[in-house]
């Protein structure tokens, strides 16, 4: 029985971070990220949900997450996974598909899944790199065209204007959890800023989102709490920071999320500044 191996690069050249796991069993939780992630696997299978529906994926098959896709994973017949995914921040998309075609836009994938793509290779090609820690330009030319193939046939040309029908009352609450993240917040806090009950609420805002509020806060501080990390925060001190009760629930909500303890991604960012 090998052990899982987790291995994570920042690349400061594409400004991308590229995740490689090997072996894993682990199941992942219903959550969402800021960041598009483009993936693929190399071997195993799974059972996905995302935006509520149900996938099959397998060896070869490509996963796109738009940002703030909910999205959630686990292994079946206990079969274990070798997976490799890049994350790219909304900025960086933007910046790189204005220069491929020449729209200032943030583009959408149409589905998480596109079964055992050709383009499978070279998104593998580019990830290596990035593990090797390749410098020359060779990796810049596949990462555009990598994201040009995968534009043209993968994604929808949509303005940016916001991406769904979010009703005012949910979007208030959302934005509310964004901007007290790291308070105590209480379901009767959400539902007052809604004008609906507590159950209305949750309801609603699961069936709009595709996750529930609690779910939402604790990715938001998720989110919140790797940014600090990234800058060498200590993991208590990013844990309390960013609401969470203590250590150890953070450690947990970190892992579940992220796949790496909070020590370990804090230490991809300090090995790169040394």
């Given at each position: 029985?090998?052990?899982?191996?987790?291995?994570?690069?920042?690349?400061?050249?594409?400004?991308?971070?590229?995740?490689?796991?090997?072996?894993?069993?682990?199941?992942?939780?219903?959550?969402?990220?800021?960041?598009y992630v483009i993936g693929f696997i190399e071997s195993g299978q799974r059972r996905l949900s995302c935006k509520n529906e149900e996938y099959v994926i397998g060896t070869g098959d490509i996963i796109f997450?738009?940002?703030?896709?909910?999205?959630?994973?686990?292994?079946?017949d206990n079969e274990k996974l070798d997976y490799r995914c890049l994350n790219i921040k909304p900025e960086i998309m933007r910046k790189v598909t204005k220069e491929i075609t020449g729209q200032d836009y943030l583009p959408s994938f149409a589905s998480p899944v596109a079964c055992r793509s050709e383009k499978a290779q070279l998104l593998h090609n580019l990830h290596q790199m990035i593990m090797d820690e390749i410098t020359d330009f060779e990796k810049e030319e596949t990462f555009y065209f990598l994201i040009q193939q995968l534009i043209e046939e993968y994604s929808e040309a949509i303005e940016d204007?916001?991406?769904?029908?979010?009703?005012?009352?949910?979007?208030?609450v959302c934005h509310y959890l964004e901007v007290h993240y790291a308070e105590h917040i209480a379901l009767d806090d959400l539902a007052k800023i809604a004008n609906m009950n507590k159950y209305s609420l949750l309801r609603s805002f699961t069936q709009i989102r595709g996750i529930t509020p609690y779910r939402y806060l604790q990715t938001v501080r998720i989110n919140e709490a790797k940014k600090r990390l990234e800058h060498g925060v200590k993991p208590l001190d990013a844990a309390i920071e960013t609401g969470f009760v203590d250590q150890s629930h953070f450690?947990?909500?970190?892992?579940?999320?992220?796949?790496?303890t909070p020590g370990q991604y804090r230490d991809i960012f300090i090995q790169n500044e040394k």
């Amino acid at each position: 029985m090998g052990q899982e191996e987790r291995t994570v690069r920042f690349d400061y050249d594409l400004q991308i971070e590229a995740y490689r796991f090997e072996g894993i069993m682990q199941k992942f939780p219903n959550h969402f990220h800021e960041y598009y992630v483009i993936g693929f696997i190399e071997s195993g299978q799974r059972r996905l949900s995302c935006k509520n529906e149900e996938y099959v994926i397998g060896t070869g098959d490509i996963i796109f997450f738009n940002p703030l896709d909910n999205h959630a994973c686990e292994s079946i017949d206990n079969e274990k996974l070798d997976y490799r995914c890049l994350n790219i921040k909304p900025e960086i998309m933007r910046k790189v598909t204005k220069e491929i075609t020449g729209q200032d836009y943030l583009p959408s994938f149409a589905s998480p899944v596109a079964c055992r793509s050709e383009k499978a290779q070279l998104l593998h090609n580019l990830h290596q790199m990035i593990m090797d820690e390749i410098t020359d330009f060779e990796k810049e030319e596949t990462f555009y065209f990598l994201i040009q193939q995968l534009i043209e046939e993968y994604s929808e040309a949509i303005e940016d204007t916001e991406p769904r029908a979010i009703k005012q009352e949910i979007g208030n609450v959302c934005h509310y959890l964004e901007v007290h993240y790291a308070e105590h917040i209480a379901l009767d806090d959400l539902a007052k800023i809604a004008n609906m009950n507590k159950y209305s609420l949750l309801r609603s805002f699961t069936q709009i989102r595709g996750i529930t509020p609690y779910r939402y806060l604790q990715t938001v501080r998720i989110n919140e709490a790797k940014k600090r990390l990234e800058h060498g925060v200590k993991p208590l001190d990013a844990a309390i920071e960013t609401g969470f009760v203590d250590q150890s629930h953070f450690s947990n909500f970190f892992m579940g999320f992220i796949g790496l303890t909070p020590g370990q991604y804090r230490d991809i960012f300090i090995q790169n500044e040394k």
